[in-house]
């Protein structure tokens, strides 16, 4: 009787598929090894700093302004777009300009500053303002990007205004219609052409979702659990973590409703957000409990990734399940988001 090695049965005669399977399990161990090992190591600039919150200041109101280095959020948004009145955009600017060293002093969190849109022919006069400064912002929030075309403007528009080679500063975008959500993976693919021309002085880094222009925009009656939103969030996220990057989740508008907010939050975060803009400082600690790793899960991520470096196979048993490479990748991912949050 001919041994078939790709048989469920070990061979009686020769045990060969038991040697099969060691050897190949083995082979793919170290193989799968290496490749979870290369896929955590990032380069630098993608070693992006938590989002799990991000509040809208506005750029105008110095006495919010002043409250930010009290705050126990990762990002602040100093809003020059929707947070601000037409007649007060100039003020914004200037404000913004005048202040942000300052605010970047008392504010351990990543101070970003969000601009208009490069449609509103507002958004040139908000470059230049920041750029003129001494201190470019760590990060710069670019609303409503509709296309690649407006995607390369910006990016071709901020690094033509620089006047010194800043230190890699994050790009992050808002998908706020059909259009930009159809035009997503182009519109990410352009600002990383655009900043491969410039690498040291910035990247595209993440994409939020602006739920309230996208239901303006597509006529959508909005609903308490927002199941109207679930495929341009799904396709948010997918798109975003398909490059790497950072994907910031809807307003929830309704500050008051703490349940409400911490339930929307928790669908975001098991979608894959990785973090949701907030408007109110009270909605700031629940959505960032939501997006943080509980103890439970921090000790599971530790204690697997101890079995597996104690593992010689591909697959091992941990707690009564069959654990693979993926879900090595998981606990290895948990580990470097608790790292981050506690610098």
């Known amino acids: 009787m001919a041994c078939n090695i790709f048989s469920n049965t070990v061979c009686q005669s020769c045990g060969c598929f038991k040697l099969f399977t060691s050897s190949y399990t083995k082979v ?20 992006m700093p938590p989002r799990r919150a991000l ?12 409250k930010i280095g009290s705050l126990k959020v990762d990002c602040v948004a100093l809003d020059c777009e929707d947070g601000v009145a037409l007649d007060k955009k100039d003020l914004a600017r200037s404000t913004i300009a005048e202040v942000y ?17 490069p449609s509103s022919g507002l958004a040139e006069m908000d470059i230049r303002a920041i ?6 912002p760590s990060t710069i929030i670019v609303p409503k990007v509709n ?6 403007w910006f990016c071709n528009e901020y690094i033509s205004s620089c006047k010194r080679v800043p230190l890699q500063t994050s790009i992050i975008f808002m ?3 059909g259009q930009g959500l159809l035009n997503l993976k182009e519109i990410i693919e352009a600002g990383i052409a655009a900043c491969a021309q410039h690498p040291t002085r910035c990247h595209i880094s993440g994409v939020i979702f602006g739920s309230d222009d996208f239901c303006a925009d597509l006529e959508i009656n909005r609903t308490s659990d927002a199941s109207e939103l679930t495929y341009a969030r799904q396709k948010i996220v997918a798109t975003a973590k398909a490059f790497r990057m950072q994907a910031i989740d809807m307003v929830y508008i309704d500050y008051k409703d703490s349940e409400g907010l911490k339930k929307q939050a928790t669908d975001g975060a098991n ?3 990785t973090g949701k803009q907030v408007i109110h400082p009270n909605q700031i600690a629940p959505v960032q409990e939501c997006f943080s790793p509980s103890e ?8 697997l990734l101890g079995a597996f470096e104690k593992s010689t196979e591909g697959v091992f048993t941990f707690r009564g399940q069959m654990i693979d490479m993926p879900t090595v990748l998981q606990a290895k991912n948990i580990k470097r988001l608790v790292e981050e949050i506690n610098k």
């Open 271 to 273: 979608i894959g957000f």
């Open 101 to 117: 060293s300052e605010v970047q002093k008392t504010f351990s969190g990543d101070l970003c500053v969000r601009i208009n849109s």
């Open 147 to 152: 296309s690649a075309d407006e995607m390369r």
């Open 131 to 136: 750029t003129a400064t001494g201190n470019l």
């Open 296 to 303: 439970e899960k921090v000790k599971w991520a530790e204690e």
């Open 175 to 177: 998908t706020e219609s």
């Open 55 to 66: 509040l809208y200041v506005p750029g105008h109101d110095k006495r919010k302004i002043e």
């Open 28 to 47: 793919l161990s170290s193989k799968l090894t290496r490749n979870i090992s290369n896929a955590t190591k990032l380069p630098k600039h993608k070693i």
